[in-house]
C-alpha cells in the first residue's frame, strides 16, 4: 500500500495568500481557486474587483487541472488545434487556460485555478501561489 500526500487547510492558505500577492502585485483582479485531487473546492477567492463570472471559471479550470492531471492550457490547445470533439468530454468545463496542477513527488495532489485577467496572467498567480509549498 502506498501512501498519498494530500493539501492540509495550512497548505490551502499559503497557496492563497501567494497567489493574492502576485495578484495584487500586478493589480490583478481576479478569483483564485484551489481544489483537491478530486477536483473539490477547497478556497474561493474573489478579489475586489473581479468580475462575477471568474468566480465560476476559476473552479471550473482547478477542477479540470485536478481531474486531468495537467493544465487546463493542454484541452484550449487541443481544441483550438482541432479537437473540438474533445467539447463533449463528460464533467469538464474549464478549458482555458488557469488551471495549474499541484504536484509532489510525481503525483498530481490538487490544483489552482485563477480567473480574471489574460489566460497567461491567470497562469502566472497559479503558478505563484503553488510555488509557496516549495514543491
Known amino acids: 500500500m502506498k501512501t498519498k500526500s494530500f493539501l492540509e487547510l495550512a497548505d490551502v492558505k499559503a497557496i492563497a495568500a501567494a497567489a493574492e500577492a502576485e495578484a495584487v502585485k500586478n493589480n490583478w483582479a481576479v478569483t483564485i481557486a484551489i481544489a483537491d485531487d478530486g477536483g473539490n473546492l ?12 471568474s468566480s465560476h471559471i476559476a473552479p471550473a479550470k482547478a477542477h479540470t487541472a485536478a481531474m486531468g492531471r495537467r493544465e487546463s492550457k493542454t484541452y484550449e ?9 474533445f467539447l463533449t468530454a463528460p464533467g469538464v468545463q474549464g478549458l482555458l487556460e488557469g488551471g495549474v496542477p499541484i ?8 490544483a489552482v485555478g485563477v480567473s480574471g485577467v489574460k489566460s ?16
Open 120 to 135: 497567461n496572467e491567470d497562469a502566472q498567480i497559479a503558478r505563484a501561489g503553488i510555488a509557496a509549498l516549495g514543491l
Open 103 to 110: 504536484v509532489k513527488d510525481g503525483h498530481v495532489i490538487g
Open 77 to 85: 490547445d487541443m481544441i483550438n488545434g482541432g479537437r473540438t470533439s
Open 42 to 53: 477547497l478556497w474561493l477567492q474573489r478579489l475586489d474587483g473581479a468580475a462575477a463570472l
